[in-house]
């Protein structure tokens, strides 16, 4: 009997596919519940139902294929750097960098699609486990993004790769949210 070490469970193409599915499909369920509870925030969108989740579509879609360049290589921000602005007078100069806005259009498009989605989020009524599901997984897409912009970790080609994989993900379940109406309980 061979032992397996943990290296050759990680380059199994089992496991890589389905982490690959699981990334996928955590961001289908995350879309999936937005889309449902941005309809039942705004009943009156259901009418249009196709042309919103078109909008959606492009929307989302857009995000996936901005957010990544920034996820796949973040302009890294030294603490050092941040207190010499602040002694120095230099408040807007940082605000733009933290936030990443100072790198072009494309990364302001971006960061504006997370925005609206963010406030989508805000406005809507989920509850219980739905929006624990949610939060969870945002928090923690936030949390590696943070930590990767704060340190010297950069993702490898595959981790960039499972991040879009997870973002068209949600850009399916929204899409798959709000194509149908929600049947009224009467």
Known sequence: MS???ISQVFQDPIFIIGIILGACGIGIIQ???????????????????????ISFFFLFLANAILSVPRFASPEKIEIS???EAASSGEVASIVFTVLGVNTGFLAVLAISITIVSLMLLR????????KSFVMFFSFLILGITI???????????????????????????IVEGTARKIKSVV
């Open 3 to 5: 032992e397996i070490s």
């Open 31 to 53: 879309g999936h519940i937005l889309g449902r509870a941005i309809l039942k925030r705004f009943p009156r969108i259901q009418n249009h139902a196709k042309i919103v989740s």
């Open 81 to 83: 750097k941040i207190f």
């Open 123 to 130: 406005s809507t009524q989920m509850g219980g486990l739905s």
């Open 147 to 173: 930590f990767s912009r704060f340190t010297d970790y950069t993702p490898n080609t595959f981790e960039v790769f499972l991040y879009f994989v997870y973002q068209l993900g949600i850009t399916i379940g």
